[in-house]
């Protein structure tokens, strides 16, 4: 793998045509937007209408799908590096489009529900500890998705003795 001009990795193909991991920047970008937008929902919600109640099936969906994932790069794992077997071509890249996919869109998640709960910390209100609680809880559902597709994505990596195709 080949590092950028600051000594970091690029996120994108490479000169060589081989896909680099993806960034802790671009992690933590998508978490940072993802705060900024979760936060911003509160009070524009708040003029507008009433701010959305976070139920149970939001940090459970996302529970799940971190599940998965974690289970797919797990299973992946072990056929490509344990088992040392092949995955048809299109498989493999499936997993790594999904991955790559998951990642940004579960910080993004876990970063809008992370910034919804922080808004309604300190507020007065019946249902202020119920959306703070299934926030907080939907936000660390969010980093298990981020997890998992990191794994995957890690998992979906070609072992360096591997002839090329």
């Not at 896909?19 to 802790?24: A, K, W």
């Not at 703070?132 to 998992?155: K, P, Q």
Request: hydrophobic residues 45%; charged residues 15%.
């Amino acid at each position: 793998m080949s590092t950028g001009p600051s000594g970091e990795e690029p996120d994108g193909p490479s000169p060589e045509g081989r896909l680099q991991p993806t960034t802790p920047a671009t992690v933590g970008g998508s978490v940072m937007a993802g705060l900024v937008v979760g936060w911003l929902v509160h009070p524009v919600a708040d003029r507008v209408a009433s701010p959305p109640v976070v139920s149970w099936l939001q940090p459970l969906a996302l529970f799940f799908v971190g599940a998965v994932l974690l289970a797919t790069a797990y299973l992946t794992h072990r056929t490509l590096h344990v088992r040392r077997e092949w995955l048809e071509p299109h498989r493999a890249v499936n997993r790594l489009v999904l991955a790559r996919a998951c990642v940004v869109v579960g910080a993004l998640v876990a970063g809008g529900y992370g910034g919804y709960a922080v808004s309604w910390l300190g507020l007065p209100g019946e249902l202020v500890d119920d959306r703070i609680l299934r926030s907080f809880l939907a936000a660390v559902g969010g980093l298990t998705v981020v997890a998992g597709a990191l794994l995957l994505e890690r998992a979906c990596r070609v072992r360096k003795d591997d002839p090329e195709p």
